[in-house]
């Protein structure tokens, strides 16, 4: 492909947007229970908004979010992912995004609630009050998970989102090559009654939507994957569901491109695989991505890289061929050398195998725990 992509810079929600101009592309590891990953490419730009550790951020709700959604600095705290090329793809969309399938989520179809519905089930909320809007009768948990981070080598790297939300338990990675996104889910099972999709994006509309067998292109970006659902055309909100000092109805309307993996209702064991690739051509999209998916199970999710480099994400000790651990992590792997992070930044040590040659190797801690440590194997 003719656009490279730089990998992202991991960065806090708290920083300021000036920090994703670096030139260079950098990383800094967990320091909160807000993070975020973006992505360069010229114009493009790929945020994704992470929450680190669950019991926090489960009692930190906001007042002006009825529908019962945490907020930080005007972004929901559950997992988001945002394509970016124009910068105006999600401009005033918030109103007319069906909060159940924003871009990069997991979730069940939990149904709005209104205050007459609030009464009638007798939801209430602190003090006793009665919420405007609310997602769910049981008043909103969020990110019940310590496994959330990521690697880099400073080009590529992987992250990863192990979730307990809202009835749905998945896991869920991210594998970035300089042109393509692999976005891989596994064990998605779900308590909830409420049918179950993974949404691959949700933005504005803008021209055509080019389309072919098991992919898709809009507004300079492909996809591709299996069972893909497109959804186009006007969807009316209303920022009262957002804005919880709104009495009235101040409805709003978008034309909306979205693309869904449907899972169903209460899915056990269920998966899904795409492509992310910014900048492609419709023949490009249409064509072979130039990695491949190695492993999506939920004790491993792997890819392997264009140029041969393997990232792989173990939820438990495990082994990929030539390489083993005895620590669950995320790994880049290439021919020699292993980056590698501890996501719950817990552990002080991992314990590598590669071609026959192993080594202990000490992780950072404290402040630094979490960081990507770069270990030669040879």
Request: charged share 25%.
């Amino acid at each position: 492909m003719h656009r490279k992509i730089v990998f992202p810079l991991f960065v806090l929600l708290f920083t300021a947007f000036a920090a994703f101009a670096a030139s260079q592309p950098q990383w800094k590891w967990r320091q909160s229970k807000y993070c975020r990953i973006t992505e360069h490419a010229g114009k493009k730009l790929l945020t994704v908004a992470i929450p680190a550790d669950a019991p926090e951020i489960s009692r930190r709700h906001t007042a002006d979010t009825p529908i019962g959604l945490t907020r930080f600095e005007g972004q929901p705290i559950e997992f988001s992912i945002r394509l970016r090329n124009s910068g105006r793809e999600y401009e005033n969309i918030t109103a007319c995004w069906d909060w159940t399938r924003l871009p990069g989520t997991t979730l069940p179809k939990t149904p709005v609630y209104t205050g007459e519905d609030a009464r009638r089930f007798g939801l209430k909320i602190g003090g006793g009050d009665l919420p405007r809007w609310t997602h769910s009768r049981n008043w909103r948990q969020l990110g019940e998970t310590g496994f959330v981070g990521g690697v880099t080598d400073g080009e590529r790297g992987a992250a990863v989102y192990t979730q307990d939300l809202d009835g749905v338990r998945a896991c869920k990675a991210w594998f970035f090559d300089r042109d393509a996104i692999y976005c891989l889910g596994s064990g998605i099972t779900s308590s909830s009654p409420y049918e179950v999709a993974t949404t691959v994006n949700s933005c504005l509309r803008n021209g055509e939507i080019q389309q072919g067998d098991g992919w898709f292109r809009h507004d300079g970006i492909g996809y591709r994957g299996e069972n893909l659902k497109l959804t186009a055309g006007p969807r009316t909100g209303d920022w009262r569901y957002v804005e919880g000092g709104l009495t009235r109805p101040v409805p709003e309307t978008k034309e909306l491109f979205t693309l869904t993996v449907e899972h169903g209702v209460k899915p056990r064991n269920a998966s899904y695989i795409y492509t992310i690739l910014p900048g492609a051509t419709p023949e490009e999209t249409a064509g072979t991505p130039p990695g491949r998916v190695l492993r999506n199970t939920p004790e491993c999710q792997a890819v392997e890289f264009a140029d041969g480099v393997r990232a792989a994400i173990f939820y438990e000790p495990g082994r990929l061929d030539d390489f083993e651990t005895d620590t669950p992590g995320v790994f880049l792997i290439g021919k020699g050398t292993v980056h590698a992070a501890d996501p719950t930044g817990r552990h002080s040590s991992f314990t590598l195998k590669l071609n026959g040659v192993s080594r202990k190797v000490p992780l950072p801690a404290g402040e630094f725990a979490g960081q990507s440590v770069k270990i030669v194997l040879k």
